[in-house]
């Protein structure tokens, strides 16, 4: 999570090897969009990555309220036979705030928001007009040749599942159009 040791140790600890379950908020269609810039041609220095998370306020509210939403879920009478409760220590980065307010769920969200494990957009598939767009509908890099790109970086946006059927179906319009390229097809 990026968290360090102190907050790990303050606010999580005291869960570890205890029963219990998460209920959390995914933002599936985040308005927020990163970058990737090479920083010079040379293709063995890093790129430049800017993950810019929460840079639309639209994504702050939208989690804000679908903790809120959890909050009321976890509290429902379906809840009550297992004898849940929300962890209510107050989170240790958001000292000062009154905890359960939308500012505190706020100053949460900002510090505990980490990626889902499929980030995509970073190759984004488009028309050749397009200045965003790095490869064409064929999947090829647009001004270089014999470069293709198929994995989940093309799509433009997220899809809201899991991308590995996307990232398939990717990989056999690449297939295709490479067998079309030899005649083969």
């Not at 430049?48 to 939208?62: F, G, H, N, V």
């Amino acid at each position: 999570l990026g968290i360090s040791d102190k907050v790990f140790e303050e606010y999580f600890a005291g869960l570890s090897y205890s029963e219990g379950y998460s209920l959390y908020p995914i933002l599936a269609r985040p308005n927020s969009r990163g970058t990737v810039r090479l920083k010079s041609g040379n293709p063995l220095q890093y790129p430049e990555i800017d993950l810019d998370y929460l840079a639309d306020e639209k994504d702050i509210a939208t989690l804000v309220e679908g903790i809120k939403i959890a909050f009321k879920i976890g509290n429902s009478s379906a809840f009550a036979p297992y004898n849940s409760k929300f962890h209510d220590k107050p989170f240790p980065l958001c000292s000062g705030i009154q905890q359960y307010t939308d500012a505190y769920w706020e100053c949460f969200v900002r510090a505990m928001t980490t990626t889902d494990h499929h980030p995509v957009g970073t190759c984004r598939m488009g028309m050749r007009e397009d200045k965003g767009t790095v490869v064409d509908s064929r999947l090829r890099v647009i001004g270089l040749e014999n470069v293709r790109v198929v994995d989940g970086s093309v799509l433009p946006r997220i899809p809201s599942g899991n991308i590995n059927i996307p990232i398939i179906m990717l990989a056999e319009k690449a297939a295709d159009a490479i067998k079309q390229d030899y005649g083969l097809l």
